[in-house]
């Protein structure tokens, strides 16, 4: 039974592109989240998608965007991407958005701005 | 909003000794509380969780934990600590009063476990 996988593993790019990151939720789950850990911080929420409907979002700029797809996979894009935005990229899924629902974490992206 | 405060952003303890992480959390209405790891390049494992109920909870790894209301906290605690415990400890809470589902993380504290 495969978890929460997220591609790619490491990326890095330079500040003003755009990137896409990918999720592919735990066997079963249909709820998607989405976080952003810093270095040497606990990871802050971005956003979950839920029936392919952004649900609930955190602080995080226009310029994060997501989207769900119907296998409930989702992506994540970053668009003008900052020096700020360097950070290990967690999905977590779930099933159903409820908050008794154990959120499965995957095992992130790095990305690195330069 | 709610908060989650983490005392401690480093502990260190000798193998077999007695783990104490510190949790706080600041919320209007009592939270769900978790405690999850985070060994190094991985994603985050749920050790425990409050929801409602008795106040001790067992986590998984002889961790535990136990929510007091009285003090607003949710310290993780472990009997014997093993080597193979060394790993980011964080503590997050789930408002359902407000709807918010989604977790607010503490800091995190790096356990350092001594030979």
């Known amino acids: 039974d495969a978890g929460v996988t997220q591609s790619p593993t490491h990326l890095i790019k330079t500040r003003g592109q755009q990137v896409t990151l990918r999720c592919s939720p735990k066997?079963?789950?249909?709820?998607v989240s989405w976080y952003q850990q810093a270095l040497g911080q606990g990871p802050q929420f971005i956003f979950q998608?839920?029936?392919?409907?952004?649900?609930q979002r955190g602080n995080f700029p226009d310029r994060f965007s997501g989207h769900q797809f119907p296998n409930y996979s989702s992506e994540l894009n970053v668009n003008a991407l900052l020096l700020g935005d360097s950070a290990l990229y967690l999905c977590?899924?779930?099933?159903?958005?409820?908050?008794?629902?154990?959120?499965?974490f995957g095992d992130g992206t790095r990305l690195s701005i330069l | 909003a709610q908060s989650v405060t983490q005392l401690g952003s480093h502990v260190s303890v000798s193998e077999g000794a007695l783990v104490l992480l510190r949790c706080n959390y600041s919320s209007s209405v009592p939270p769900y509380l978790f405690w999850y790891v985070q060994y190094p390049n991985q994603g985050l494992q749920l050790l425990l969780k409050?929801?409602?109920?008795?106040?001790l909870v067992k986590g998984i790894n002889g961790f535990e934990a136990e929510f007091k209301k009285s003090e607003t906290s949710f310290h993780l605690t472990k009997p014997s600590a093993h080597m193979s415990d060394a790993a980011e400890y964080f503590c997050a809470v789930s408002d359902l009063d407000t709807g918010r589902r989604a977790l607010t993380f503490g800091s995190g504290t790096r356990l350092q476990v001594q030979p």
């Open positions: 409050y929801t409602t109920g008795a106040t």
């Open positions: 977590a899924s779930s099933d159903g958005t409820g908050a008794l629902r154990p959120q499965h």
């Open positions: 066997s079963g789950h249909d709820t």
């Open positions: 998608y839920y029936e392919e409907e952004e649900r």
